[in-house]
């Protein structure tokens, strides 16, 4: 499965560097990549410097938020946990912004500043949203759902605050980053952007087998020699930072988290140590798609993809609330 996800990715790039508002034959984009292309043309610019590291952020940014949405679901044993509805993104977002409204860009340097400033504001969220939650033993559906619509809340309301205050020649800029950007970003950002989200993956996956035991409940795990604050403090850093990741370079993009891990579940079940990396995967193709439709859908204007991926997610959250999860209400 996880071979016919990759090759399902890899299709799914290809494709979308030959499909975008400007009008260049398959011929031309494989002359640019070969190579062959003259330096300053059109066709090796809009290749090279737009279309493929547009690629890579899409590939990274959906995957990172995929994995994400795992490690929240297994860590709270609710289906319905996702950075997005637990106000994790929007967090990270009054980070970013913060970090923004000091000055901070895209230089490699500034890039890391940014990233800090949305994980401690991901942490904090996803610290708030549990301690409002955790009642009694376990964290059910309701309570996490308000907890995570208080905090978005509270954060958007934050961010709100901070946008106020900025010039209005740096607002628009800004306004457009909170809808969900995928833009290329410079290569020395993009390298960070990677090694950021790897570290994420690398905590939410080696400790897969935890997981699995933490389903069991607390004290279950306990027995079997899982350490359940050490796993819990491991996990939330790992989500939060992949989360943190992606909204620094790409802006808040909501229900990745949550379509991907339900429908991988359907096929592949419940084992984290498959799900994981087969979310990673899944996920970098269902932002990928959503990310091409935005990018064509109305050429040659853009659409932001988080508009995509609100447009998808918003109905299947209704649909898993009102068929599936009802009983837990």
């Known amino acids: 499965m996880l071979g016919v996800l990759s090759t399902a990715l890899l299709l799914v790039a290809v494709a979308a560097l030959f499909v975008g508002s400007a009008s260049i034959s398959p011929r031309a984009v494989l002359s640019a990549m070969a190579g062959r292309a003259a330096p300053e043309s059109v066709e090796r610019v809009v290749t090279l410097s737009i279309r493929l590291p547009r690629i890579a952020v899409a590939a990274l940014a959906g995957g990172a938020l995929a994995v994400a949405g795992v490690a929240f679901q297994a860590l709270t044993r609710n289906p319905l946990a996702e950075p ?5 993104s929007s967090g990270a977002a009054f980070g970013v912004v913060l970090g923004q409204s000091l ?37 059910s559906i309701q309570t996490l759902l308000l907890a995570g619509v208080i905090v978005g809340i509270f954060f958007s309301a934050a961010i709100t605050v901070v946008i106020s205050l900025l010039d209005f020649n740096r ?11 995928l833009a290329p970003i410079p290569p020395g950002a ?12 690398w905590l ?6 935890e997981l699995n035991l933490m389903a069991l409940g607390e004290e279950t795990a306990l027995v079997l020699g ?50 994981v990396p087969a979310s990673l995967l899944g996920g970098g193709i269902f932002l990928l798609v959503a990310d091409t439709v935005a990018r064509n859908v109305v050429a040659p204007a853009e659409m932001s993809v988080g508009v995509i991926t609100s447009l998808c997610g918003a109905p299947f959250f209704v649909y898993l609330l009102r068929t599936r999860y009802r009983a837990n209400l």
């Not at 997005?84 to 994790?88: H, K």
């Not at 401690?120 to 033993?137: K, S, W």
């Not at 939410?204 to 087998?209: D, K």
């Open 171 to 181: 607002l628009g800029g800004v306004i457009h980053w909170l809808l969900g950007n």
């Open 103 to 139: 000055g901070l860009g895209l230089t490699f340097l500034e890039a890391a500043g940014l990233t800090a400033f949305a994980f401690a504001g991901a942490l904090l969220a996803a610290g708030a949203v549990y301690l409002i939650a955790a009642v009694g033993r376990g964290l």
């Open 226 to 275: 899982v350490g359940a604050e050490r796993l819990k403090l491991t996990i939330f850093v790992g989500a939060s930072l992949l989360t943190a990741s992606v909204v620094a370079f790409t802006g808040p993009i909501g229900f990745v988290g949550l379509i991907v891990p339900h429908a991988l579940r359907i096929l592949l079940g419940s084992d984290n140590r498959l799900l």
């Open 204 to 209: 939410v996956a080696s400790h897969a087998r």
């Open 84 to 88: 997005s509805v637990l106000g994790v």
């Open 190 to 201: 993009l390298g960070l952007f990677a090694l950021l989200a790897a570290v994420g993956f």
